[in-house]
């Protein structure tokens, strides 16, 4: 019902930059809160930042002060500009919206869905 495209992921030296995007569409109602998680080899997806409908942001400790999220309601996608980028930060990054769908004028509740991931990796 709901699809969630990630691009922007690659290749980069440490100390450059990326730009995420990802793209939800399908049979959305609206979208709460938008968010970008990573999971780099051996190690449990962990939290980098979220965004909420009204603006409210959260970030990982690791990625304060680098890492910035942003949202475009209108067109139901979400942001992460990766400033300073370090070799650390290699990951695969999944973008995350809690959405409520809805299909024949039924409102969903609130469900979570994930995006299928893009790599980002940071060499030395």
């Known amino acids: 019902q709901v699809q969630l495209v990630e691009s922007g992921g690659g290749l980069v030296e440490a100390g450059g930059s990326l730009r995420l995007s990802c793209a939800a569409s399908?049979?959305?109602?609206?979208?709460?809160?938008m968010g970008w998680y990573r999971q780099a080899p051996g190690k449990q997806r962990e939290l980098v930042a979220t965004?909420?409908?009204?603006?409210?942001?959260n970030y990982a400790d690791s990625v304060k002060g680098r890492f910035t999220i942003s949202r475009d309601i209108a067109k139901n996608t979400v942001y992460l500009q990766m400033n300073s980028l370090k070799p650390e930060d290699t990951a695969v990054y999944y973008c995350?919206?809690?959405?409520?769908?809805?299909?024949?004028?039924?409102?969903?509740?609130?469900?979570?869905?994930w995006g299928q991931g893009t790599q980002v990796t940071v060499s030395s």
């Open positions: 965004i909420t409908r009204g603006g409210g942001t």
């Open positions: 995350n919206a809690d959405v409520r769908t809805i299909v024949l004028g039924t409102i969903s509740a609130r469900n979570d869905y």
């Open positions: 399908g049979s959305i109602f609206n979208i709460n809160a």
